[in-house]
């Protein structure tokens, strides 16, 4: 498919969004939005995954429109096309999953007219290829989520989201124009191909690392940049926070790759150390909110910073193997990287989703308040279970063929010959195992508290099982999921060019296609297959011996409640509790957790309090210092609002005196 | 060019910027309309002799213009409007002699500095005409930064344009148009200011200028919320 064509099909999304404005309060418009929209991203989806696969050579395109004298280039490259796969298939998920998901829309001219334009925009970012189409894609993108954000305004909390998205989003694109300009060099080019051209100083590709760390880290969640993120994704819809979360975050790493890797030709050994660690940070503390976090969206969008770190130490180890030279171990790491790319978007879409059948049927999002889902809503517990043991990285699921992979990338670390990276990586690779098993840990409560157990509150007790069309999108996601567990090798075969055009090199290809091979046959492989085989083989033989063996009927008998017989479901274990041992053990400096008992005085009939206190030192430390300044230097500035007419005429004047000087002086 | 065509342009440029410097010091109303309109006058012979110069008879219009309306009309209008506002009799507190000197010369040399630099290449008449003017303009300006008066402040805005209409004069091939509009905007500022004073007069019942910094609303709200929320706000954890 050309280039023209999947421009075509953007400006069809386009042309939606307009009509949807026009058309919205009819009575079908809903569905009819929505299966255009599936529709327009399956032919999408097709389009990149016939050039990934055919390794079709790059496609550009100019459009008279756009800025008069450089017009909007457009170009489908092997990572574009990868990233357009990624974009589309969770945009026809979404768009599925919303046939029946939107019915319970109780503003859907709120929804409707932003959905295409946010799908639109996302592939743009994709498809651009100067900096102005690019960072007029970037901001539409982020508008149209704003617009998504803000659907349901009236709630207190939405509002607040949608201001601290805003200003954090405003403030990323803001850090990559300046990026941009930095790259453009004496030319003043525009065009990606006129930036690539020229080497920079150390000190500007440093500059620009940091400038694009910062831009498109803040639109994916790197940590302490993440504020945003739990805080907005909730408050959308729950297809448009599956988008958010599982794709929107990706566009933001494909700006960091494209930046980075394709315009900048990759970084020294410190900037790679540095995108190392911050990916390692993130990781940990991402997956370490995620725990403390009762409300269930934002948990998952907490995880969605934490897998945003998983992918971050991918490409940080590409990075610093690339600059010492390991073009090979760089394409481990690279692969690794987008791998997980394709499999978070995969998982945390089909989880958000299930969050969202949860939220439909339950009305609520918080744990403290579910619990036993799984004997009312059986089918959607079983895909939520399959994105939790994706997301936890096990095997045989997809999550665990890519974090595998990026442990393959950190065993290669001994063959690095700078002092400070053959100590950063082992402790990144500590980092990443540590996030990997707390998040099996925060998934084991997810579940442990929704889905099983006995229900806590009413309406977890009346729920019903969701619609047919979730439960064919999250159905089809799960089986996606095992599939790219199972097969890993075929996706990441899939991948090649991509990887082979950012680092010039591409991890082994072999003949047992089943299997993946990060380095060579010899040393270490992985098959996805076998493992299955032998998980259901294991597990029918376990089933059977303890069907056999164990005795015959199963009996009802009181079910094990701490040797206290009360029927109150309130004595069930809670999130608190799984949370507890967590809090306790990293609690302390990183949160600043404190809990004490405040006892009555004695004679009272007060009851005693366990009061818990939990600080969020990012935002606390930086945001709310930053805050507080600007707000010091607006009440100083104020002074000037309400000046005599004398005074302005003497600041004109004295300013005038003081540029003549300087151009007496200077020039 | 002779070099006696030459002194005179400068000696008029020259006698513009000294009337411009004895503005600054004036403590009475009516001795500094009586020196602004000798400016207009100076800047009239000024203008003529450009216009002989450079055989440019529109120029000889622009003088004229500047003669009937600055020399004539102008002065007489604020005079009228001084009397009948009656604050003929006002002292204004002004800067000193000896400090609106040192300030007006040092304005001087900076306009020197600037415009010697900036115009290495242009003939030296204009190079001269502009660095002047640019001085005018400064003063100008300063005298409407030091003053009080209403009035006071008018006298120094219209000599600050006295200021462009030099430079404007002084550089050939400048076109009459703008010349005219410059001086049609004078005129039309001095209608709308006279007007003004008439109504500030008559609500405050003085042309003082710290009588409309007190009637303005915002500083009294200023005054009442200092440092309203800032520096202590802030949200709870996410």
Redesign the interface.
């Known amino acids: 498919m050309s280039i023209a064509a999947l421009l075509c099909c953007v400006a069809l999304f386009i042309a939606l969004s307009l009509l949807s404005a026009a058309v919205n309060r009819l009575f079908n418009a809903t569905i009819i939005i929505y299966c255009a929209c599936f529709a327009i991203a399956l032919v999408m989806l097709w389009g990149g995954v016939v050039h990934l696969l055919t390794h079709a050579s790059d496609m550009t395109i100019v459009l008279p429109i756009g800025l008069p004298w450089t017009g909007a280039h457009f170009k489908l490259d092997a990572l574009a096309a990868f990233f357009l796969v990624v974009v589309n298939l969770g945009a026809a998920t979404a768009s599925f999953y919303a046939l029946g998901y939107g019915r319970h829309e109780e503003a859907p001219h709120r929804v409707l007219p932003f959905y295409p334009a946010f799908l639109a925009a996302m592939n743009l970012v994709v498809l651009a290829n100067d900096a102005f189409t690019f960072l007029f894609s970037w901001e539409l993108m982020s508008l149209a989520s704003w617009a998504l954000v803000m659907a349901h305004h009236r709630e207190k909390e939405n509002a607040r989201a949608g201001y601290i998205y805003i200003v954090m989003a405003s403030f990323g694109t803001l850090m990559l124009l300046l990026a941009f300009a930095l790259l453009s060099g004496p030319g003043g080019h525009y065009v990606f191909s006129g930036m690539q051209g020229h080497v920079l100083t150390p000190l500007r590709a440093a500059v620009v690392l940091f400038l694009v760390l910062l831009g498109a880290g803040s639109k994916a969640g790197i940590y302490p940049l993440h504020v945003w993120l739990p805080l907005a994704h909730p408050a959308a819809p729950s297809h448009v926070s599956g988008l958010m979360s599982g794709v929107m975050t990706k566009v933001a790493v494909y700006g960091f790759i494209r930046i980075v890797f394709g315009l900048l030709g990759g970084t020294g050994e410190d900037g790679g150390m540095a995108v190392l660690a911050l990916g390692g940070i993130t990781a940990v503390m991402g997956v370490l909110y995620a725990l403390l976090q009762h409300d269930l969206k934002k948990l998952l969008a907490y995880h969605t910073v934490e897998n945003i770190g998983i992918i971050f130490i991918g490409l940080g180890l590409a990075l610093v193997f690339q600059a010492d030279g390991h073009a090979a171990f760089a394409a481990l790491a690279f692969t690794a990287a987008l791998f997980h790319v394709f499999n978070h978007s995969l998982f945390k879409s089909l989880l958000f989703f299930g969050a969202g059948a949860v939220q439909t049927a339950t009305r609520t999002r918080d744990m403290e308040r579910l619990g036993g889902l799984i004997h009312r809503m059986p089918q959607t517990a079983f895909v939520f279970l399959v994105g939790c043991a994706a997301i936890s990285a096990l095997p045989p699921f997809n999550g665990f063929a890519s974090e595998w992979l990026t442990f393959q990338a950190i065993i290669q670390g001994p063959v690095l010959t700078h002092w400070g990276l053959k100590t950063l990586v082992p402790v990144a690779g500590a980092m990443l195992a540590l996030a990997a098993a707390l998040a099996a840990a925060c998934f084991v409560k997810v579940y442990g508290i929704v889905f099983l157990g006995r229900p806590r509150t009413e309406p977890a007790k009346s729920a019903v099982e969701t619609d047919r069309f979730s439960l064919a999108t999250m159905s089809f996601l799960a089986l996606l999921c095992l599939l790219a567990g199972i097969f890993p090798g075929v996706f990441t075969s899939g991948l090649t060019p991509a990887v082979h055009e950012m680092t010039g090199a591409q991890m082994p290809q072999h003949a047992i296609w089943l299997s993946l091979v990060p380095v060579s046959a010899v040393r270490s492989s992985y098959n996805g297959l076998f493992i299955f085989i032998f998980i259901v083989l294991a597990a029918g033989v376990a089933a059977f011996v303890a069907r056999r063996f164990g005795g015959g009927a199963p009996r009802q008998a009181p079910a094990w409640d701490c040797g206290f017989p009360l029927d109150d479901p309130a004595t069930q274990y809670t999130a608190g509790s799984f949370a507890q041992p967590i809090r306790r053990v990293f609690g302390g400096h990183l949160f600043r957790a404190s809990a004490r008992v405040e006892m009555p005085p004695p004679g009272s009939l007060a009851p005693a309090r366990l009061i818990r206190e939990l600080h969020d030192l990012a935002w606390e430390e930086i945001y709310k210092r930053i805050a507080a300044r600007v707000l010091c230097i607006a009440e100083r500035l104020n002074r000037f609002q309400v000046l005599s007419l004398r005074h302005y005429l003497s600041i004109v004047f004295f300013c005038l005196i003081l540029l003549l000087m300087v151009l007496t002086l200077w020039f | 060019m002779g070099t006696l065509d030459f002194n005179i342009a400068h000696m008029l440029a020259g006698a513009l910027m000294l009337a411009s410097m004895t503005m600054l010091y004036q403590k009475r109303l009516f001795a500094l309309i009586n020196i602004y309109a000798l400016q207009a006058v100076i800047l009239a012979l000024s203008v003529a002799w450009q216009a002989v110069l450079q055989h440019a008879a529109q120029l000889y219009i622009t003088a004229l213009i500047a003669f009937l309306f600055k020399a004539l009309v102008i002065p007489y209008a604020l005079h009228r409007i001084i009397v009948r506002l009656r604050i003929h009799r006002e002292i204004e507190t002004v800067i000193g002699t000896g400090p609106a000197m040192l300030a007006g010369m040092a ?1 001087t040399g ?2 020197m ?2 415009m010697l ?2 115009t290495a290449n242009v003939d030296l008449l204009a190079r001269e005409d502009l660095a002047f003017a640019l001085a005018v303009l ?1 003063l100008g ?2 005298m ?2 030091t003053r ?1 008066n209403a009035v006071s402040q008018i006298v120094g805005f219209l000599s600050l344009e006295n200021g462009l209409i030099l430079a404007a004069a002084g550089t050939q091939g400048m076109p009459f148009v703008v010349e005219i509009s410059i001086a049609f905007s004078i005129l039309v500022a001095f209608v709308v200011i006279g007007v003004f004073l008439f109504r500030i007069r008559e609500r405050f019942d003085t042309v003082d ?2 009588a ?2 007190a009637f ?1 609303g ?2 009294r ?2 005054e009442a919320f200092p ?9 709870e ?2």
């Not at chain 2, 440092?227 to 949200?235: I, L, M």
């Open positions: 304005l900076l306009a500095a600037v630099r900036a400064l300006l300063m409407m930064v009080r200028l710290r409309l910094d303005r915002e500083r709200l200023a440092a309203t929320t800032a520096c202590n706000e802030g949200d954890m996410p």
